[in-house]
Every structure is written in C-alpha cells, then in structure tokens.
C-alpha cells in the first residue's frame, strides 16, 4: 500500500492546490507564498491521507502548477491579441525553480513587459513586407537595380545624348550642340539563389535598362524602350564555376570608374574594348590565380540601321562555329583591404563569313588594377586584327591598337576623384571620310551620400579624327548623375 498512497496524495495536493490557487487569491498573496502554500498544502495532504506530503513533493507540485498558470495566461493575451488585431508577443521560457515562482509567471504576462516585443514583431514583419520577393518555385530572389539621372550638356554633335562615345559631322543649317535630362540609364535586375544542388551551388541574374531605342511618337524621347544588359546563370564549387548566359566577355573586362556611363563603360570605342554576349564559360581558382575559358556567340559587328523582329544571320553566324575566348589573372589583396593588385591577360578567337569566303581574326588584351591606400590606377591596351563588335578600330571592321588608363583618388570615405585618358587607332590607311582615330579625356568627382545614394559630375573631351587629317570633330560632354540604388 505505500506505493499507492504517494500517487494518491500527489492528487490530494494538486487539488488542495488548485483550491488555494485561484486568480482572487493568488493577487493577494505575499511575496513568500511558496512557503506558505507548502504549510497548507501539508495539512491538507494529511487531512486526506492521514500521511504528510513531503516538502520536496510539494514545491515540485507547486512548480509545475505555476508554469502551466503562465502558459494559460500567456495564450489569454495571445488570444485578446488576435481579437484586437496585433501580432502577439512572445513567451518567455518559466523561472528556474529557485526564483520565486508565482512572482515570475505574474511578471511574464505583465503589459508592460509584453508591449516592446508586440513592437518588434511589428517591425520585423514590416521589414519582411518590403524585402520578399516570391517565386513560383518558391526559391531565393532578390530585387536589385538603380534609378539614373543624367543632366548633360554637348558642344557638338553627340553620337548618344547622355553617354556619347563618337563626334558625329554636323549638320548644314543646324548649328551644333544640345542640352537634355534623361533616366534612361536605369536598370532593373534580379538574383535568383543561391540553391543547393549537392555540393554545388545554382545562381542566375537577369538585368535590364530602357537604352533600347525609343518609340515614333511626339514625346518618345523619355519613353525610353527596355533592354536586356545580363541574363545569365552559374553552377558553382569552391573552386569552379560553369556560367552559362549573357555577360561582359572574356576579353577585356575592365572599366574606368564613372558613375554617369551605366548603359557602355566610359572610354567605350576611344580604347576600352566592351562586348556583351551569350556564352559557355568555365572558372577555375587556383589561389591568386583565375582561369577561365569558353566559347561565345559568334557576332561580328552587321550593321542595321532599322528594328527587326526576326533578325537574318550575320557574318558571324555563318560562319557555323562559335568564337573562343579565355583569361587568366592573378589577384593580391582585397577592395576591403589596404591595398590590392590585379594583373590579367585574355584572348579571343573567332571567324566571319561576309561573303564566300571564311575569315578569323583574334584579339588581345592585358588590363591591370593596384591601389595603395587611397590612391589607385587601372588600365588595358589591346591589339585586335578585327574586333568591331567590341568597338575596336573605332568602330569599323580593321585592324585596331589602344587601351586607356586611370588613376583614382579616395579624397575622403564618401568622396573620390577620377581622371584618365583613352585612345583608339586604326593600324594603315583608311579613306578619307572613314575613321582614322577616336580619343578622349575625361574627369569625374563621386560623392556617395549614402551607400544607396551617390552624385557625380562628370566631364569629357571627345575628338574623332577622319582619314583626312586635317577634319577632326571635337565634343566637350558636361554630365550631372545622381543615382539611387535598391
């Protein structure tokens, strides 16, 4: 029988307990009600057993008692909290058993407690409402992209208003020069990943601007149409990396520093070699060194003076093979860092069939990256047989030589300075009206107000020289951006 009298004096306690333990009662209680209750419970237990209940068993029953009087208080205040249409706050894990316990289950359901957690879930929610970004699938993605304004102003004629990059003839009986504001450099992207794909790792990007031509209409000048920029996607190790997509080639990547030319790089077609295209690419870490290699949509610079739906296949195309490109650089240091230096080499390989017959041409480059504290320079120098599609020779299809080169200043934090200088060259003789030569000098201050928010104020010397020596065309570019990301 002793065995069955401990279970049931336990339940003589817990109603005994129960009893004592009503809500009117328990706001009225001192400080010391523990001990208290332990005394009445033990004249209980022997009222009914005729047993006492020892004092471990009753603060063990009292205990448990207090933690589930917590948890039913908690859910009242969750419940009037729906009712009332506020997100609840949070429960608190229950007092050790050597805290006063009936002390502690009142504390937790206190307003005032309750109150700073009730605003904080309404802010994370608030933040959780501005950042998500749903997929069908239901995986990662981020919304990234910029809002570009450019206020600019050309002494000539300007091939492109807002990011010029050639000086056009004039026109007889239109004098020279233009002012304008535009946000057509704006892009609009987004990231999808990472996702797990065993031990590999799957990303994509997708970007566009509104650079892609404008609507015949009265005002089409500030409608200005969406263009894909980047779409492209990676499967990624610690090592290596296969992309697969539209990105900056292999062959010359680097860019002067600007924040007013986002649609092409600054110096673009005046020295600096830039090409977007489909391709199959694979990266290859190796410590400092990176090496990549693939192969590329093989275009070659077809002109069209018109848009078409179904465009016809190029030179390039009819070729019947793709274009081979690789790079390897060698990096020390870090962006983050003191200092940092990057040396690399890339190449190009392709093939054209303007006519009947079956042409290559290849291309070279080296560009370079140091800086030492806040003082900096970067540049590339090429030599192409044909690469018109990255701007080379001017933009023609001949033989081309130039590069570019810059040096930046860090004046403060948020406050940096940039100048350089970029040329382009046809190697031999071209005819008279044809372009001989494309050079440029440019300068710009960048002032980042926020790590979102940044101005800039840019200005360009622009001089393109035809086979007669003698015409030259010049364009001094003024440029105001302010840019907001997100």
């Not at 940044?454 to 200005?459: D, F, L, N, T």
Request: hydrophobic residues 45%.
């Amino acid at each position: 029988m002793p065995a069955m009298t401990r279970p049931l004096r336990l339940v003589a306690a817990c109603v005994a307990l129960a009893t004592l333990s009503a809500p009117a009662f328990a706001q009225t209680r001192p400080g010391n009600a523990a001990a208290e209750w332990a005394s009445s419970l033990e004249t209980a237990g022997d009222a009914s057993l005729g047993t006492a209940v020892t004092r471990g068993e009753l603060e063990v029953v009292a205990a448990e008692i207090a933690r589930l009087r917590a948890e039913v208080a908690a859910l009242r205040g969750e419940l009037a909290a729906v009712r009332s249409g506020v997100a609840p706050a949070p429960t608190t894990a229950p007092a050790p058993a050597s805290a006063p316990i009936f002390a502690s289950a009142r504390s937790q359901t206190q307003p005032e407690q309750a109150a700073p957690g009730v605003e904080m879930l309404r802010t994370q929610v608030e933040e959780l409402a501005q950042t998500k970004v749903e997929s069908q699938s239901k995986m990662p993605v981020r919304l990234f992209g910029a809002i570009v304004s450019n206020t600019v102003s050309n002494s000539g004629v300007a091939n492109w208003l807002e990011n010029p990059n050639l000086v056009d003839a004039e026109v007889p009986g239109v004098a020279p020069g233009s002012f304008t504001s535009t946000l057509k450099q704006s892009q609009i992207g987004l990231n999808i990943g990472p996702i797990p794909v065993g031990s590999l790792t799957a990303s994509g990007t997708v970007v566009a601007d509104f650079l892609g031509g404008t609507p015949s209409f009265v005002t089409g000048t500030v409608m200005g149409l969406p263009r894909m920029v980047y779409a492209f996607m990676r499967l990624e190790g610690e090592r290596t990396a296969l992309q697969v997509g539209q990105d900056h080639n292999l062959l010359a990547p680097r860019d002067p520093t600007s924040l007013a030319a986002q649609t092409f790089p600054l110096l673009f077609r005046a020295g600096n070699l830039y090409l977007r295209s489909p391709q199959v690419r694979v990266e290859q870490r190796l410590g400092g060194v990176t090496l990549k290699g693939g192969i590329a949509a093989p275009l070659a610079a077809d002109p069209a003076a018109f848009f078409v739906f179904a465009p016809v296949a190029g030179a390039g195309e009819r070729s019947r093979r793709p274009a081979l490109e690789s790079r390897v650089d060698y990096t020390a240091g870090s962006p983050d860092g003191p200092g940092e230096f990057t040396l690399g080499v890339s190449g190009r390989y392709g093939w054209r069939k303007p006519g009947d017959e079956l042409n290559s041409a290849g291309s070279y480059a080296v560009d370079f990256n140091v800086r030492a504290g806040r003082v900096g320079a970067a540049g590339e120098f090429f030599h192409t047989d044909d690469a018109a599609e990255f701007g080379a020779a001017v933009a023609q299809a001949r033989s081309a030589r130039g590069g570019w080169v810059e040096g930046r200043v860090a004046l403060t934090s948020k406050l940096s300075a940039n100048a350089g200088v970029g040329l382009d060259r046809v190697r031999g003789d071209v005819p008279a009206a044809a372009r001989q030569e494309n050079k440029s000098v440019f300068g710009n201050v960048i002032f980042d107000l926020t790590p979102e928010v940044a101005v800039s104020m840019e200005y360009r010397w622009l001089e393109t020289q035809l086979g007669n020596a003698l015409a030259k065309r010049e364009n001094h570019h003024v440029n105001a951006a302010f840019v907001v990301r997100f």
